[in-house]
């Protein structure tokens, strides 16, 4: 079993609609849990990081369940610059970051 | 605002050869890391360092690797005998300090790594 899973998509939306991206992630002692933005042929940006009371940023929510090992980042009101891949990214027991494969989103007009 | 920043963007090397990519992590912190990502594959994390040795490292990073952090600002990553399967963007990061999972990661651009 992968160690951080996610939808590969690619999610092609049109501007204005709301997006739902889901990860699992398969070690229960997982300590930390973010999401990262990262456009093409570039590094990761950091979005947000997720707590188990979820959290919320402008039109980003981002949600943990620790029971199911799910996390959660919802995008409302899309638009085109948030086009990219998002990355599910979870900080395990040891000094680094466990990234997924990421979710390739596409905002068109 | 502070960045991570990298050198080169991009180096092409023949099989076999040596390389050395360079990093200047943001300057107040402490822990240091390479990640790689092969184009279309996922980040991997390839090592960690802190307090002037390594504290984790990963299947990856084998005897060909070594880092170092030779004069208090500067953080490299040296690929001692070049593969194909080593073409990659090789990114370092860093991170101040305090328990891990508490502090963000920040990344740099990246080096591009061509092996021919």
């Known amino acids: 079993r992968k160690e951080v899973e996610q939808d590969p998509g690619p999610f092609n939306v049109p501007e204005g609609a709301t997006v739902a991206f889901n990860c699992t992630y398969s070690?229960?002692?997982?300590?930390?849990f973010f999401w990262y933005r990262q456009d093409c042929r570039k590094e990761p940006k950091l979005l947000m990081s997720v707590y188990s009371s979820g959290n919320e940023d402008g039109r980003f929510t981002a949600q943990l369940n620790r029971a199911s090992q799910y996390i959660s980042l919802l995008i409302r009101d899309s638009k085109l610059s948030d086009s990219a891949t998002y990355l599910c990214?979870?900080?395990?027991?040891?000094?680094?970051?466990?990234f997924g494969g990421g979710t390739r989103l596409m905002v068109k007009p | 605002e502070p960045e991570v920043t990298q050198t080169p963007s991009h180096q092409v090397t023949q099989m076999g050869q040596e390389v050395i990519l360079r990093c200047v992590p943001i300057?107040?912190?402490?822990?240091f890391y390479w990640y790689r990502q092969i184009l279309g594959q996922k980040v991997e994390f390839l090592v960690s360092?802190?307090?002037?040795?390594?504290?984790?490292k990963s299947e990856i990073f084998d005897d060909q690797f070594s880092v170092e952090r030779p004069d208090g600002s500067n953080f490299t990553l040296k690929i001692r005998s070049t593969k194909l399967e080593d073409s990659a963007m090789y990114f370092c990061a860093s991170r101040g300090g305090g328990g891990y999972g508490t502090d963000t990661q920040y990344f740099g651009p990246g080096t591009r790594l061509t092996v021919l």
């Open positions: 070690n229960s002692a997982s300590q930390s």
């Open positions: 990214v979870v900080y395990n027991a040891g000094n680094m970051l466990t």
């Open positions: 360092f802190y307090n002037n040795e390594i504290s984790e």
């Open positions: 300057s107040n912190h402490l822990y």
